[in-house]
């Protein structure tokens, strides 16, 4: 199909569009007289619209000229009104000008003075016309002149000297410009009670030549040169083609056979059209080359007339200057005479016309001109070899050209689509050009080879500028995508890129909505949701989301087609982005405003709870993400939610900790009354106080049992798994706590009384009803340890707290018989009022009567229905300013200001919604505004970034292969000391970077990085977790590459840190709840004679461990699996690629896990326990079966149990009474035993030198070989006066130099080798 393109092949681009309604042809021509002023030559210029005036009498003469130049304009704009005023009087120029611009109104009126038949314009700025006998000349001012055209107007002047009239003109628009200002200023002034005269700012003007030049004489030339160029430009182009010397090269051209140049101009099949279709594209690229955007917009692209005018006037510039003649224009463009696509122009002329004596004489075909093609494969060219910063290419408009014509197109949209593969700037080149109204046509088309071609052009042009949906959906151009889409032979990547273009159709824009709604959007999604290909899943998600967003049958039609139970499948896919995408779906399902029925509310539930699984998911996206769809729950409940939160906040005050039950050292843990009349905003005070909440031992049962039917899809969602893990958010990015409300202590408090008290039933809402899950489920979410998260959290829950405390209460208090039938939902309408009426959600009667009993009664006085719930209780101030900081980073808009709007409940509403929103569409969209064709830059062999790595791998071969050859040649003695410092906190972890010379040490909530060869301090940072949680261990993530660190905290919480020891700040770049329900227990329950010495050991290590081992963690770099257990009874597997949990393995034991060594190459996990067992995992295996060995041997706590990583590797593993035991994996017993120190606090094995090295709490350090030998006994710090070393706290083995690094209670750190003539 080949779409018709407007008039001059040209349509405007999208924004400001003019139109040019009415012309003024004026005629000043009296032939037969020559004006006084001009002496002509003989023989002189003679056509006037290619009409000899001599040929025929004067007056017919006139008018056929007056009929020709109107027909001449007809060709570029044939709606206009044109009206002829032929030699007139100054009256009839100003009845014609004042006429057209009434009619015209605000649209341009074009004014074509043509004055060969008087005198020169003057320097005071007059034109020259005719008294009514036409005995004399009578001037007109052009300020008269503008004052009847007013403005939008063009005007166009054919006489000699005519830049005079140019200049003129711009001093008169000065002269109105001031009188404005002071009539504006002073309106008592004379000139104010004038009536005002119009501003001249939108005037354009051509003219013929420069003050002092007059118009050509030439005989072989029209007279009105310059009116010919404007409008009849091929004509003209050609002749003066034939008057050049090179014309003569191509035989048997005259200027008779020009004339006779078969076809018409608007057809471009044929030679003429195609001249005309090759000139506009030319000139068209001239413009766009030469002229600054903004003008080239302005001239080019607003009006058709006006856009043909100024490419036609390029073309009178070139001809006009070979005969020292300057055509002058306001604006002023710069040369464009000598511009190289005027060679293009004359060597598709030279084509054409050598062809045209055969095709005449004989009647031979015509020969297309190789014009486009050769375009085309210049910008190809440009977009094969150029470089990444360069100009933008020349060839561009034509491109655009080429799409009009069926031949190239295939071609040309290919090209296109490379072309805007660049990039955001690329496409913004594109629309500037005009690209939109050509892909806009070709929707039209039902080409199907064009089809991924367009898909892929419209993704890229909404990628970065999505305001063209209305455009898109008046053209009926959604319905292209949605066959798209539907089309299952598409590719996926097609589809996926079709159901973005359609996801911006739909993106809050309502009509959008409606049509896709109509367009069956709804269905296609659905089906589409389980394809293979995640992107396509990701944005059908997010489409899916995007239809239903506050429109209200896109939500039934979703509800009849169950449209979120297909969603939740989504949940759990293996995709972070995607499952995000779900989640964002499901918010804005139930995030709609319209009213709430029975029906719906019980979606909303159901969709809630399947939400509030996604809790711990391992990505931060996705868990910010929940956040925000909750709180499009919270928004759509809120009074059944300030009604929850009054609840919790009133529990929490009169909670108090319950007393330890059976702990063995009460001095050590002191309960805490939290009463009323402490202030509330009083930290935690350590660590103990909250571990001694939860040593109940029924408590901990009762939670263990909970946590075991954890994979059991939706029975797993209870509120133990929500809310007795004691992680807390960082408070890196989070604001001063005293700026909330809720203060993040409180909310953390709240969080854990809840669980306990909930389970005690103690809570006063039954803690079965939705909206309490909810919000234990925000609670836990603002002690997430992703700042980010935290934060979101931390903004919702304020919110309704302020509502349900500030605004003191829900509107009515129910009496137990009401609440089950009505508490009202409060669904939110656009207005600020709240709608009382549709059905709520039934709640459980049992918490009807404590509702009534703890929640203190308002006034008696009833409040008018129509009154929204909640009114405002402060003054005239700003309501929230005291509670959401001005300073926020993230996300934040800020507050909006309520204290204009009257209704404060309707302001804090919207405050809520506005303000929380992750950006993940925008943030998605990206991926279709960056380059998809490029190589990614890892891949390009000359980029820095490949360069980068390739040192390192290098680098990493010179270690292994240095530090083998150390240990091959065996390690004798092991107490050099190369490094000692005072690390700013207790060291409890430290970890060797395995390549470089860095090595990371924990205390209890910071790491500081030092440099063990220089000996200096490269970094300290403060890793965010809670004060009463500390770092339990670390592993470096892609050692060999670019590193990342991974520190586990005893709470559960496991956060990635990245750009750390080197100049720049260290980011945290995911954090998740590695390990929910972290379970504190007693060290050693094995037996009750090792237990005194067990608890010795610790307590001597630091007084705040009396928890267990804390959280352990064990990496897997080959397959990014990162195994992690604890103070729990699993060990659980996360993926880190996927960001989610793999497995869950149960250890089988009561008691936690202290270390944990895996080998991906047989799939085994050993695990010590604090029982003294040693337990082998196969994790191929099925929950049950995959236990296949127990190592019972160790009477006491395992400090390491370490697999080695060979085929036939075994297992060693070491208990605090300083047994060594080796295993083979496959016998039941231990192959030796080694007795080293008693009393151990900390133990490391070498992985290659067969060394290990204990440390005791008696302050030394034994290093031994595989034999058993002490080969080094370290008990004295060098230097230092010999100072004795602390109790040592940690210590860890280098992967592979012989270095082994001690962490002391003294707060030093200190580094052993081997004898320097080894190293």
Request: with cysteine.
């Amino acid at each position: 199909m080949e779409p018709k393109p407007p008039r001059d092949e040209r349509p405007p681009a999208v924004g400001q569009k003019m139109k040019t309604v009415s012309v003024a042809l004026v005629l000043c021509l009296n032939v037969g007289v020559d004006p006084p002023d001009v002496v002509k030559t003989s023989p002189c210029a003679r056509l006037e619209c290619w009409i000899d005036p001599l040929s025929m009498s004067p007056q017919k003469a006139l008018e056929t000229i007056g009929a020709n130049l109107q027909k001449q304009y007809e060709n570029w704009q044939p709606r206009a009104r044109y009206k002829q005023s032929l030699d007139p009087t100054v009256d009839e120029v100003k009845k014609l000008c004042t006429s057209l611009r009434r009619n015209a109104k605000e649209e341009r009126v074009l004014f074509h003075y043509n004055g060969h038949g008087v005198p020169r314009p003057t320097v005071n700025g007059e034109i020259w016309v005719f008294n009514k006998n036409y005995t004399q000349y009578i001037p007109l001012s052009i300020y008269d002149l503008q004052t009847w055209m007013g403005s939008p107007s063009i005007f166009v002047y054919d006489c000699s000297n005519a830049g005079i009239i140019v200049k003129s003109f711009k001093q008169f628009a000065l002269q109105r410009e001031q009188e404005l200002e002071v009539a504006a200023i002073n309106p008592s002034h004379p000139l104010a009670q004038m009536p005002l005269p119009p501003s001249m700012k939108n005037c354009i003007q051509l003219a013929a030549c420069e003050a002092s030049e007059l118009l050509p004489m030439n005989p072989d030339l029209p007279a009105d040169l310059f009116t010919s160029c404007l409008t009849t430009p091929i004509k003209i182009a050609l002749r003066w083609f034939c008057m050049q010397k090179s014309a003569k090269l191509v035989p048997g051209v005259t200027l008779d056979l020009i004339e006779k140049i078969p076809g018409r101009l608007n057809d471009r099949r044929t030679p003429l059209g195609e001249l005309n279709w090759i000139f506009t594209a030319i000139t068209d690229t001239i413009a766009w080359n030469v002229l600054p955007r903004d003008l080239f917009q302005k001239l080019f692209r607003q009006d058709l007339l006006v856009a043909s005018l100024f490419r036609n006037f390029l073309l009178a510039e070139r001809i006009m200057r070979s005969y020292n003649c300057t055509p002058v224009s306001s604006p002023r463009l710069p040369p464009t005479y000598m511009h190289a696509m005027w060679q293009a122009w004359d060597l598709a002329v030279d084509i054409c016309l050598s062809q045209l004596p055969t095709i005449i004489e004989e009647g031979t075909a015509f020969r297309h001109s190789p014009f486009f093609a050769e375009q085309l494969t210049a910008f190809q060219v440009w977009l094969t070899m150029g470089v990444e910063n360069r100009n933008p290419p020349e060839q561009l408009p034509i491109v655009l050209q080429v799409l009009l014509s069926q031949v190239h197109r295939l071609r040309a949209l290919d090209l296109l689509g490379r072309f805007l593969d660049l990039g955001p700037w690329a496409v913004s080149l594109a629309l500037s050009v005009g690209i939109f109204p050509y892909v806009l046509k070709l929707l039209q088309s039902s080409a199907r080879e064009l089809r991924p071609l367009l898909v892929f052009i419209w993704a890229k042009i909404l990628a970065v500028d999505s305001s063209c949906q209305a455009d898109l959906v008046k053209d009926n151009g959604h319905k292209y995508f949605l066959s798209v889409l539907a089309d299952n032979y598409m590719p996926a990547e097609h589809r996926t890129m079709a159901v973005f273009i359609l996801a911006v159709i739909v993106n809050s824009y309502n009509t959008g909505q409606e049509a896709c709604l109509q367009g069956n959007l709804i269905a296609n999604c659905l089906e589409q949701l389980s394809d293979p290909h995640p992107l396509l899943r990701q944005w059908v998600a997010i489409c899916l989301g995007r239809i239903w967003q506050n429109f209200d049958p896109a939500r039934w039609c979703g509800v009849r087609d169950s449209a979120h139970e297909k969603l939740y499948t989504l949940l759990s896919d293996p995709i972070p982005e995607v499952r995000c995408a779900a989640v964002f779906a499901l918010g804005t399902f139930v995030g709609n405003s319209a009213e709430r029925t029975d029906h719906s509310t019980t979606i909303d539930h159901n969709v809630a709870m399947m939400l509030a699984q996604l809790i711990n998911d391992g990505s931060p996206v996705v868990r910010k993400e929940l956040v925000v769809a909750l709180s499009h729950l919270v928004v759509q409940y809120e009074s059944n939610f300030c009604t929850v939160a009054l609840q919790f906040i009133e529990e929490e005050k009169n909670y108090t900790v319950p007393s330890p039950a059976n702990t063995a050292e009460p001095g050590n843990l002191t309960p805490v009354r939290d009463s009323p009349a402490i202030p509330r905003l009083r930290s935690v005070n350590s660590y103990t106080n909250i571990r001694a909440v939860t040593t109940a031992r029924n408590l901990n049962k009762s939670l263990q049992n909970l946590n075991l039917n954890e994979e059991g899809g939706p029975a797993a969602f209870s509120p133990g798994n929500l809310s007795t893990s004691s992680s807390a958010s960082s408070t890196l990015g989070s604001p001063d706590n005293d700026e909330y409300i809720l203060s993040f202590e409180t909310i953390d408090k709240m969080r854990r009384v809840s669980s306990y008290s909930s389970l005690n039933s103690l809570i006063g809402v039954s803690f079965n009803s939705v909206y309490t899950q909810i919000w234990r489920v925000l609670l836990h979410l603002a002690a997430d340890p992703f700042p980010e998260v935290s934060d979101l959290a931390m903004k919702v829950l304020n919110s309704i707290a302020y509502k349900a405390t500030v605004n003191a209460r829900p509107q009515r208090i129910l009496d137990s018989g009401s609440l089950t039938q009505s508490a009202p939902a409060s669904p939110t309408s656009k207005g600020t009022h709240i709608h009382q009426a549709g059905g709520s959600p039934p709640m459980p009667s049992t918490s009807s009567s404590s509702l009534t009993n703890d929640v203190p009664k308002p006034p008696a006085r009833e409040p008018p229905a129509a009154r929204p719930p909640y009114t405002p209780t402060l003054g005239g101030q700003a309501p929230h300013s005291h509670q959401f900081p001005r300073t926020r980073k993230m996300f934040d808009k800020g507050p909006e200001q309520a204290a204009d709007d009257g209704d404060e409940a309707g302001a804090h509403r919207n405050y809520i919604s506005a303000a929380l929103q992750t950006g993940l569409c925008d943030w998605s969209a990206k991926y279709f505004a960056q380059p998809v064709m490029k190589i990614p830059e890892e891949h390009d062999l000359e980029s820095q970034v490949r360069m980068e790595r390739q040192w390192r791998f290098l680098r990493n071969a010179r270690v292994r292969r240095h530090s083998r050859s150390i240990t091959q040649r065996g390690v004798s003695r092991l107490d050099d000391q190369i490094f000692i410092n005072r690390n700013p906190g207790v060291p409890s972890v430290v970890k060797f970077h395995p390549f470089n010379t860095c090595i990371a040490v924990a205390d209890k909530d910071s790491i500081c990085f030092w440099d063990w060869e220089k000996g200096e301090r490269l970094d300290y940072f403060y890793n965010g977790n809670p004060r009463y949680t500390r770092i339990t261990s670390m592993e470096y993530l892609n050692g060999h590459d670019c590193s990342l660190l991974l520190t586990a905290t005893d709470d559960g919480a496991l956060r990635i840190w990245k750009n750390f020891a080197d100049q720049k700040n260290p980011e945290m770049v995911t954090a998740w709840q590695g390990l929910s329900d972290m379970l504190p227990t007693t060290r050693g329950q094995a037996s009750t004679s090792t237990h005194s010495l067990a608890r010795r050991v610790s307590i001597y290590l630091d007084r705040s461990k009396q928890g267990g081992a804390g959280m352990v963690v064990d990496w897997e770099q080959e397959t990014g699996l990162l195994m992690t257990s604890g103070d729990v009874r699993v060990i659980r597997i996360w993926d880190t690629d996927r960001e989610m949990k793999v497995q869950d393995i149960p250890t089988g034991a009561d008691s936690c896990v202290t270390s944990l060594s895996c080998d991906s190459q047989r799939s085994l996990i050993v695990a010590g326990l604090g029982d003294g067992s040693v337990r082998v995992f196969d994790r191929r295996m099925g929950p049950n079966d995959c236990r296949v060995m127990t190592y019972r041997e160790h009477g006491a706590w395992v400090v390491k149990a370490h697999l080695q990583k060979e085929t036939d590797g075994c297992i060693i593993s070491v208990s605090v009474n300083g047994d060594v035991r080796f295993f083979e994996p496959r016998t039941p017993d231990s192959v030796n035993v080694l007795q080293t120190v008693k009393g151990l606090t900390a133990l490391d094995i070498h992985p290659q030198a067969n060394l290990f090295a204990c440390g005791s709490m008696n302050q030394f350090i034994a290093v031994y070989n595989a034999s058993g030998d002490v080969i080094s006994n370290i008990k004295y710090y060098d230097g230092f006066m010999g100072q004795r070393i602390g109790a040592i706290s940690c210590l860890a083995f280098h992967p592979h130099w012989p270095h082994l690094a001690v962490g002391s209670n003294d707060y030093y750190m200190s580094i052993y080798s081997a004898e320097k003539r080894l190293r």
